[in-house]
T-cell receptor
Framework: DAGITQSPRHKVTETGTPVTLRCHQT?????MYWYRQDPGHGLRLIHY???????DKGEVSDGYSVSRSKTEDFLLTLESATSSQTSVYFC?????????????FGEGSWLTVV | DAKTTQPPSMDCAEGRAANLPCNHS???????VYWYRQIHSQGPQYIIH???NNETNEMASLIITEDRKSSTLILPHATLRDTAVYYC?????????????FGAGTRLAVHP
């Protein structure tokens, strides 16, 4: 599991409320990612980070923000949750930057927006 | 990153080898072939990756054709727990910001 912990694992929230998902790693890897997975769309990249305070958008970043104030934590925030953001969210880390580096995933956070 | 093509589903009998094909005809010289799988409700699990040579680890073997336009993931003795969606991905692996782009994958069903 490459030392990845996601929290919360399950959350139900109301439309319009803010939600923050946390990804924590224990191995000080530089690169971290947030994906969402929906039926019919597969896994899609939301945001990624390449260091403390260094983040960039993925393919489905609208409605999401991220922050990385410490190497070990990558936070995904839904400022005002909508029903279309009901999904499973996966955090991932990259174990290196050399050839053949590998990305490992966390176990997921199930978010339901009602 | 190059696009991959996989069959949507496959079946395999328990104890037999499962051979999952992947086409990546537009792969570039510096792109690696990665395989992941996802068992229901779990996060994607890394299986194996390779550049040119065939690779083997405790989970599987990866056979890459000489022209690198296709590859095959081999699970030598499939078990019921290998039932999952298997994703073949090609990506540049130097530079950690290079993300994974997932396709639809192959849904492998292992039956008794």
């Amino acid at each position: 599991d490459a030392g990845i912990t996601q929290s919360p694992r399950h959350k139900v929230t109301e439309t319009g409320t803010p939600v923050t998902l946390r990804c924590h790693q224990t191995e000080n890897h530089r690169y971290m990612y947030w994906y969402r997975q929906d039926p019919g769309h597969g896994l899609r990249l939301i945001h990624y980070s390449y260091g403390v305070k260094d983040t960039d958008k993925g393919e489905v970043s609208d409605g999401y923000s991220v922050s990385r104030s410490k190497t070990e934590d990558f936070l995904l925030t839904l400022e005002s949750a909508t029903s279309s953001q009901t999904s499973v969210y996966f955090c991932a880390i990259n174990t290196g930057t050399g050839p053949g580096n590998t990305i490992y995933f966390g176990e997921g956070s199930w978010l339901t927006v009602v | 990153d190059a696009k991959t093509t996989q069959p949507p589903s496959m079946d395999c009998a328990e104890g037999r080898a499962a051979n999952l094909p992947c086409n990546h005809s537009t792969i570039s010289g510096n792109e690696y072939v990665y395989w992941y799988r996802q068992i229901h409700s779990q996060g994607p699990q890394y299986i194996i990756h390779g550049l040119k040579n065939n690779e083997t680890n405790e989970m599987a073997s990866l056979i890459i054709t000489e022209d690198r336009k296709s590859s095959t993931l081999i699970l030598p003795h499939a078990t019921l727990r290998d039932t999952a969606v298997y994703y073949c991905i090609v990506r540049v692996a130097s530079g950690g910001y290079n993300k994974l782009i997932f396709g639809a994958g192959t849904r492998l069903a292992v039956h008794p």
